[in-house]
Each structure stands twice: as C-alpha cells, then as structure tokens.
C-alpha cells in the first residue's frame, strides 16, 4: 500500500512562504510523475503544480513565479516551496502519485495552508 504524507503546511501572513513535504512509501518513486493539487472550501480541487519521472514542471497559471515544485528520489519526497503568498492560496493542499498504465494514483491527507494576517 502506497502512502503519502504531507507536511508543511500552517499558517502564514500574505508575501510570506511555505515549503510543503510529500513522502511517499514504497518502491520506484522515481518512475511517478508527482503532483500538489489544492481544494479551498466550496472550490473543486485542482492542478497547481506537476513534476514528471524526467523533472519536467509544470504550473497553474495562478502560481507561476512564486511557487517551484522539486523533488527527491533519494529521500523518496517532493516539495512544493511556496513564495509571496496570497489569500487566494489558503487551502488544504495534497500530494498525488499520478497514475500510470499499470497502477493507479494514490492521494495524500492533506495539509492546511492558511494565509491571513
């Protein structure tokens, strides 16, 4: 069974960061393309940022140039830092193995992140 676990996340003041954590168990992390998605209260969860096997990136528009996903395959974990925060990026935001052909996704519990001075 594949676990993912956050952590990370808390709350902040606006223009202030946070860098979330996403250990995965299991073998063959490296072979996954990983993902953070985010869901605030009333909204449906989505994108915000992807890393391939390869370590191509990609963002969503609302966060490009403050946020940089990365990862590690040696410590099995990705990351997601998190620069000049805005009230709009408050949400419980979770780690995702992407699925491949052979095995499904996998979702992490989430972390709460809070942006309020």
């Known amino acids: 069974q594949v676990q993912l676990v956050e952590s990370g996340g808390g709350l902040v003041q606006p223009g202030g960061s946070l860098r979330l954590s996403c250990a995965a168990s299991?073998?063959?992390?490296?072979?996954?393309?990983m993902g953070w998605y985010r869901q605030a209260p009333g909204k449906q969860r989505e994108l915000v940022a992807g890393?391939?096997?390869?370590?191509?990136?990609n963002y969503a528009d609302s966060v490009k140039g403050r946020f940089t996903i990365s990862r590690d395959n040696a410590k099995n974990t990705v990351y997601l830092q998190m620069n000049d925060l805005k009230p709009e990026d408050a949400a419980v935001y979770y780690c995702?193995?992407?699925?491949?052909?052979?095995?499904?996704?996998?979702w992490g519990q989430g972390t709460q992140v809070t942006v309020s001075s």
């Open positions: 299991g073998s063959l992390f490296s072979i996954y393309d």
């Open positions: 995702k193995r992407e699925p491949n052909k052979w095995r499904p996704g996998y």
């Open positions: 890393i391939t096997s390869g370590g191509s990136t």
